[in-house]
């Protein structure tokens, strides 16, 4: 498994932005497919982006298309999610995890059980 560590979290005014930060270690980072998820108080973990292992395909939820994006440091084994005009909705704990499997296609990785490492989390909250 890879060792996860989010940073980055805090209260921010919606329309503003964020990075969040996943500092990784453990077995060879580089190899693996990584993406964040988020849960809400009183809802279901859900998917928000993901990466390969080269960063060479990226898939994200609907609804942060075009605000977040997703990107990785291989050399530095670190994993980013930028965030822009967030909206109260983003308000969530963020997790960075890493994937069980390969593949070339982020859209593979859009399921929790796609992964086998997590994170502690990250608080966002977005104030209206």
Excluded: H
Aim: aromatic share 10%; with cysteine; hydrophobic share 35%.
């Amino acid at each position: 498994q890879v060792q996860l560590v989010e940073s980055g979290g805090t209260l921010v005014q919606a329309g503003g932005s964020l990075r969040l930060s996943c500092a990784a270690s453990g077995r060879t980072f580089s190899s693996n497919a990584m993406g964040w998820f988020r849960q809400a108080p009183g809802k279901e973990r859900e998917f928000v982006a993901a990466i390969t292992w080269r960063g060479g395909s990226t898939a994200y939820a609907d609804s942060v298309k075009g605000r977040f994006t997703i990107s990785r440091d291989n050399a530095n084994n670190m994993v980013y999610l930028l965030m822009n005009s967030l909206k109260s909705e983003d308000t969530a704990i963020y997790y960075c995890a890493g994937a069980r499997g390969w593949s070339v296609v982020a859209g593979a990785f859009t399921s929790s059980r796609e992964y086998d490492s997590w994170g502690q989390g990250t608080q966002v909250t977005v104030s209206s």
